[in-house]
């Protein structure tokens, strides 16, 4: 009698085991699954990283009215629901630069005619009230998933709903539609209509952890676009030279030339940067023949910046300026040591 008891209760412990065993298979199971249904995604822009194209702000993961990026900084804004990948200046944005698919899949929503403009007041704004996202499509890429991609340029879109489209084909052309002020494609990553932050697989608005700051295991990027756009705050996307200081704006929506002669009034070294960051000093340094010299020191900066553009040159008081070779270096500094450095050459001749 004891023996069977003892059989019947290592029977049910048995049971219980291969049950929650069992149970634990097949969450596992369906995990993999998830996974396995899970899109990855790739650079959603036809560029050279880092020479053509960089990551300028993105997604913000806070609950709150604070703002924070994946990596606990904040190149972001209040709200951002998206990555957005611009290009670094004027000539790159002139040339033409496909937005291409990020992942394949199903268009389902397209919007084209939104003129392209610069957004500089709050008038410019104003105008772009109800088409934020300017010329645009949505993707389906099955199971919940849908990318969104935002400001193509006006008429440059050749896709259509219903049309199914491969990872890299064209959609379009990176452009300033809708509410921006720089050219281009904003890139929005939804789940079951929840944003999900592809650097980390986490929806947004999920509570922020320490484990929060760091790609995560689960991102949605392949491996070759994570490569290809680090983490990166005080870039310097330009340098050059020019016989003016340019506008602002000048560089992000035409290539505005000033080139150099002995006879130019002004001889200036121009630098532009992508998230200058708080703490951060630029400097630029530019040299020539018969003893020509200038410097501008900035910084260091108060707070962060997103774009940031500053100049360094001289006034001729001579009949001419000295023919011969002209260097400049752009240094970004922090904590006194340089992080960022760009050098440039201008050989006046005539």
Known sequence: ?????VFNYSMRLFSVSFTFLFSIVAWLFSLSL???????????????PGEECIIQQYVDIAPSAATQDYHCGDQTYDGHKGTDFRLVNAKVYEKGVDVIASAPGTVLKVRDGVVDRLIRTNADRALTKGKECGNGLVIDHGNGWQSKYCHLKNNSLVVSPGQTVSRGEKLGLI????RTGMPHVHLTIRHEGNVVDPFTGRKVGSPITESSCKIQDNNLWDEETLRAFPYTSSYIMEVGFSSKVLKVGAREIYYEQAPLTRYSDKLVIFARVANFLKGDQLRLFLTGPGGFRTENLIGPLKRNKARYRAVTGKR???????????????????????IRKKEITLELTK
């Open 1 to 5: 009698m004891k023996n069977s008891l």
């Open 34 to 48: 998830v996974f396995a249904e899970t899109p990855q995604f790739s650079k959603p822009a036809d560029c050279i």
């Open 175 to 178: 452009g300033l539609s809708g």
């Open 316 to 338: 001729r008081r001579l009949d001419t300026w000295p023919l011969g070779t002209y260097e400049g270096v752009v240094t970004i500094i922090r904590k006194t040591k340089i």
